[in-house]
Antibody
Framework: EVYLVESGGGLVKPGGSLRLSCAPSGFTFSTHTFNWVRQAPGKGLEWVSSITSSSAYIYYADSVKGRFTISRDNAKNSLYLQMNSLRAEDTAVYYC????????????????WGQGTMVTVSS | DIQMTQSPSSLSASVGDRVTITCRASQSIYRYLNWYQQKPGKAPRLLIYAASSLQSGVPSRFSGSGSGTDFTLTISSLQSEDFATYHCQQSYSTPFTFGQGTKLEIK
């Protein structure tokens, strides 16, 4: 079975840091681009960041640029999101999502999603 | 950034109805348009990619069309399990923007 599992969410104070992880199962991790997508309570989906298969290309939403860092370790089959200088507006469920194409392109649909991990930024 | 606008924002329909949801991009995205279904408390599920390709395992009552800036998602005959929120998304360029969502409710 193909799936993703996120971990690392929790409650953090404004200005604090968290590191999210995403672990895949049932497919070859190293050939796909991955993304982080978030959803604030009661709101729509917001793309956060993307990393290509070899980490050659990394993209961020303006709302997190300079504060969040996406990374991956293909040897450990893991995706990460380091979140620093957290703000109340970063409160959301964070999903990792796989890009459908196995050729490494980021320009394709997100076909596999994790269950999400909740990040709450509050004093 | 490319803005994605869905309409309507919400929709009431009955089982068996034919339903169409529209998504408009602020500039041409060719056919880099994807549709997702999301149920409360769950992750989104890919339904349609590249504007009209049905994702594996998705019922054939779902279909997508369009290119350039205007796209539609059609559900040919609503089933009870289809009541959910639907999101469009462009994968043409970063940031990969989503529409605001269309909530499909039971009439």
């Amino acid at each position: 079975e193909v799936y993703l599992v996120e971990s690392g969410g929790g409650l953090v104070k404004p200005g604090g840091s968290l590191r999210l992880s995403c672990a895949p199962s049932g497919f070859t991790f190293s050939t796909h681009t991955f993304n982080w997508v978030r959803q604030a309570p009661g709101k729509g989906l917001e793309w956060v960041s993307s990393i290509t298969s070899s980490s050659a290309y990394i993209y961020y939403a303006d709302s997190v640029k300079g504060r969040f860092t996406i990374s991956r370790d293909n040897a450990k089959n893991s995706l990460y999101l380091q979140m620093n200088s957290l703000r109340a507006e970063d409160t959301a469920v964070y999903y990792c999502a796989r890009v459908r194409s196995a050729d490494g392109t980021p320009y394709d649909a997100f076909d596999i999603w994790g269950q999400g991990t909740m990040v709450t930024v509050s004093s | 950034d490319i803005q994605m606008t869905q309409s309507p924002s919400s929709l009431s329909a009955s089982v068996g109805d034919r339903v169409t949801i529209t998504c408009r991009a602020s500039q041409s995205i060719y056919r880099y348009l994807n549709w997702y279904q999301q149920k409360p408390g769950k992750a989104p599920r890919l339904l349609i990619y590249a504007a009209s390709s049905l994702q594996s395992g998705v019922p054939s009552r779902f279909s997508g069309s369009g290119s350039g800036t205007d796209f539609t998602l059609t559900i040919s005959s609503l089933q009870s399990e289809d009541f959910a929120t639907y999101h469009c998304q462009q994968s043409y360029s970063t940031p990969f923007t989503f529409g605001q969502g269309t909530k499909l409710e039971i009439k």
